[in-house]
Nanobody
């Protein structure tokens, strides 16, 4: 399974970005739970948003109300729409995938940088 993120960039505070994560080498994509994580310099990686195989979503308090996670099973692509961006959202964003029965995320992308100024 390979995950490739895109959509990062530099934006001003208050702006929006939509991150994408394209999966390949995966069968039954709809059975995977997917998540977005981020890691800022000097900080631990944190979970941002998750969507399970039943499309139930959860969000970190820090992005709740400003972000929306979704996935297109036909395109095998995960999205993260981020609005009202703040400088503290600056981080490398990673997508991750796990089969629905797994307790941990098994596959990770290389990340896409988001910088908010």
């Amino acid at each position: 399974v390979q995950l490739v993120e895109s959509g990062g960039g530099s934006v001003q505070a208050g702006g929006s970005l939509r991150l994408s994560c394209a999966a390949s080498g995966v069968t039954y994509y709809s059975q995977y739970s997917m998540g977005w994580f981020r890691q800022a310099p000097g900080k631990e990686r944190e979970g941002v948003a998750h969507i399970d195989s039943d499309d139930r979503t959860t969000y970190a308090d820090s992005v709740k109300g400003r972000s929306s996670i979704s996935k297109d099973n036909a395109k095998k692509t995960l999205y993260l729409q981020m609005n009202s961006l703040k400088p503290e959202d600056t981080a490398m964003y990673y997508c991750a995938a796990k089969r629905f029965w797994s307790r941990v995320y098994e596959y990770w992308g290389q990340g896409t940088q988001v910088t908010v100024s």
